[in-house]
């Protein structure tokens, strides 16, 4: 029952992680015919690394002097790479952790 209810507690997880890099389960449900685990984590990486690109972005065009780019706008960017970024480790150590959790069952 426990591996239950962590396996519930990782799939909010990929939830929130899919949620924070803008995309939606019922999105890749509808691209794909259904939603499966490597689409949705796919497009989650893709979101992360979209959201890094983009503060990257900023980041240099702030530095290069462009008057279009705000210093808050590019913390901001930079704060939600961060934290997708983090996101995204967190639900792989959590992947790592349940996959070792099943690999030490007993059978």
Do not use: C, P, W
């Not at 899919?18 to 509808?30: K, N």
């Not at 702030?62 to 913390?75: K, P």
Request: net charge neutral.
């Amino acid at each position: 029952m426990n591996n239950i209810t962590a396996m519930d507690g990782l799939l909010a997880q990929m939830r929130v992680a899919a949620a924070a890099a803008g995309l939606s389960t019922q999105a890749v449900a509808a691209e794909s015919g259904q939603a499966n685990f490597s689409s949705v984590l796919k497009s989650a990486l893709d979101g992360v690394a979209q959201s890094q690109a983009t503060s990257a972005a900023m980041q240099k065009a702030f530095v290069m002097g462009d008057e279009g780019t705000s210093l808050s706008d590019t913390m901001i960017a930079v704060q939600k790479a961060s934290i997708s970024l983090q996101t995204a480790v967190q639900v792989r150590s959590k992947i790592v952790q349940a996959y070792n959790d099943i690999m030490n069952m007993q059978v």
